[in-house]
Structure formats: structure tokens, C-alpha cells
T-cell receptor, first 115, second 115 residues
Framework: GAGVSQSPRYKVAKRGQDVALRCDPISGHVSLFWYQQALGQGPEFLTYFQNEAQLDKSGLPSDRFFAERPEGSVSTLKIQRTQQEDSAVYLCASSLAQGQASPLHFGNGTRLTVT | DAKTTQPNSMESNEEEPVHLPCNHSTISGTDYIHWYRQLPSQGPEYVIH???SNVNNRMASLAIAEDRKSSTLILHRATLRDAAVYYC????????????????FGKGTKLSVKP
């Protein structure tokens, strides 16, 4: 079946531009996560949704970062006034249910380069 | 949050077994031990998880020490496709009335497989 899909695969933005990154989770998955991965590092948690409710946004690095999942399915991560330090791979993951044992399924990410 | 310690890198020969160690001396009683791997230019992929008993699946085996302060991921016959960064992760339990936690990644172990 289809996995987690992210678009675009690559995004180049000029400093100061706004960007929107899309995530299509696996159908029926309740939980959705966003992660940021800098070059050579492990992914770092940004935010978490359970259905349409954003239950944890403690990892968002600044108020320029905003995420939504209005109908409990597709999610969008928006970054306003991009800065060079925002350059990273942004990963989306979904899981079928809440709970520690439910594995996360990751997309292949969006590589954002801010010039 | 409980942390894990893994070697930065390991090498293996193709078709030989690989033992990837992980130390987690501060693990709590209800933390699950998860392993994910990340191939180049892809998102992380779930490998296996366990709580106390050893676990086997089609991808790998997970051996958990009796005191749970360490674990070992075992690839029985390494192939070139197994070259990846392997992450050992303790699932952080955040209780939202249903117990859901995100994944806290470290730097992982970069596994190289020689033909």
C-alpha cells in the first residue's frame, strides 16, 4: 500500500520567503509527527498531532514555524520568513494508533535549502 | 528523557552477522526499546522493538539484557542493502490520556557493509 508521501521533495527558498511543506500520511493513521533533520544529525522532533488536534508543539524552534492538520489527514508545515538555519530535511511520520508500541512510518522528507 | 549510547560507526562483511550494541542505563520500567534505520536519502524505517523479552522478525532480532540497561540489534546475514544509520531509541512516554510518545533520535551507528 501507499506509504507516507511528502511534497515537494526539494525546495529552494530565498531568505525571507515563506514555504509550505505537505505531508500525506498513511490513510487511517491517527498520529502524525514532524521532524527536522540537519546534515549528519538524527531527526529532531518538531510537533505532534492526534487526528486534527496539535497536542505537542514543543519542538518548533520559533514562532515562524506553524503546522496544521485541519481535517485529521493531510498536514502542512509552514515556515515564515525563512532563514539559512532553517535549511534541513523535514520529515513527516504517521502511526496507526497512539501508544508506545505503534511504529512510526516516515516519508522520504522535503529537503529545504535557504539561500 | 532516558538517553541511549551507540558507537558512531561499524563495519561488516556481506553475508556475515552484525551485532549493533546500544546502552541505555537510565531506561525506565515502561520504556520500549525501538530500532530504526535510515538509508541514504530516505526517511527512517522501523526495524524492531521490544520491552523485556528478546524479539525476532523478518528483518532482525533484538536481544535485551536482563537488567534492560543495554540491547543488541542482530542482523543475521548482512547485505549491501543493510548499509544505513541505525538508531536505538527509547520511546518517550507522554501521557495524553492514551499514552503517546515521540521518538528521540541520537546520532545512531553508521553501518558499512563490505562486499
Amino acid at each position: 500500500g501507499a506509504g507516507v508521501s511528502q511534497s515537494p521533495r526539494y525546495k529552494v527558498a530565498k531568505r525571507g520567503q515563506d514555504v509550505a511543506l505537505r505531508c500525506d500520511p498513511i490513510s487511517g493513521h491517527v498520529s502524525l509527527f514532524w521532524y527536522q533533520q540537519a546534515l549528519g544529525q538524527g531527526p529532531e522532533f518538531l510537533t505532534y498531532f492526534q487526528n486534527e488536534a496539535q497536542l505537542d508543539k514543543s519542538g518548533l524552534p520559533s514562532d515562524r514555524f506553524f503546522a496544521e492538520r485541519p481535517e485529521g489527514s493531510v498536514s502542512t508545515l509552514k515556515i515564515q520568513r525563512t532563514q539559512q538555519e532553517d535549511s534541513a530535511v523535514y520529515l513527516c511520520a504517521s502511526s496507526l494508533a497512539q501508544g508506545q508500541a505503534s511504529p512510526l512510518h516516515f516519508g522520504n522528507g522535503t529537503r529545504l535549502t535557504v539561500t | 528523557d532516558a538517553k541511549t549510547t551507540q558507537p558512531n560507526s561499524m563495519e561488516s562483511n556481506e553475508e556475515e552477522p552484525v551485532h549493533l550494541p546500544c546502552n541505555h542505563s537510565t531506561i525506565s520500567g515502561t520504556d520500549y526499546i525501538h530500532w530504526y534505520r535510515q538509508l541514504p536519502s530516505q526517511g527512517p524505517e522501523y526495524v524492531i522493538h521490544g520491552l523485556t523479552s528478546n524479539v525476532n522478525n523478518r528483518m532482525a532480532s533484538l536481544a535485551i539484557a536482563e537488567d534492560r540497561k543495554s540491547s543488541t540489534l542482530i542482523l543475521h546475514r548482512a547485505t549491501l542493502r543493510d548499509a544505513a544509520v541505525y538508531y536505538c531509541i527509547l520511546r518517550d512516554r507522554l501521557d495524553y490520556g492514551g499514552s503517546q510518545g515521540n521518538l528521540i533520535f541520537g546520532k545512531g551507528t553508521k553501518l558499512s557493509v563490505k562486499p
